[in-house]
């Protein structure tokens, strides 16, 4: 499952010739057996996507020194089920 950090955006003035450097996104955290977790990327839409393993984390989207206040915690659940691929008891098998 893909998770999405994301960040409202507003104006700024920067001096002329500042270079756009895009966004940095950091996810931390700990995964469900209690290892930290730490990941970050850049990309040029305040939006970015990460798939993340059972645990607890927070995130920050940056740029040029401003960045936003924290996510809320998002808890990505451990499953309690999986779904896997078996015979269907109301086909036959085939041998040929």
């Known amino acids: 499952m893909s998770n999405t950090l994301s960040a ?3 104006s700024q003035d920067f001096p002329a010739g500042t270079v756009d450097p895009g966004y940095t996104f950091t996810i931390t955290g700990t995964l469900a057996d209690g290892t930290p977790f730490s990941t970050s ?3 040029t839409d305040p939006s970015a996507q ?3 393993q059972p645990g607890t984390y927070t995130g920050v989207v940056s740029k040029l020194g401003v960045a936003s206040q924290p996510s809320a915690p998002l808890v990505v659940p451990v ?3 999986v779904t896997l691929a078996v015979p269907d008891p109301a ?3 085939s041998l040929t």
């Open 8 to 10: 409202h955006t507003i």
């Open 41 to 43: 990327s850049q990309g």
């Open 50 to 52: 990460f798939d993340l």
């Open 79 to 81: 499953p309690t089920t």
């Open 91 to 93: 086909q036959p098998a």
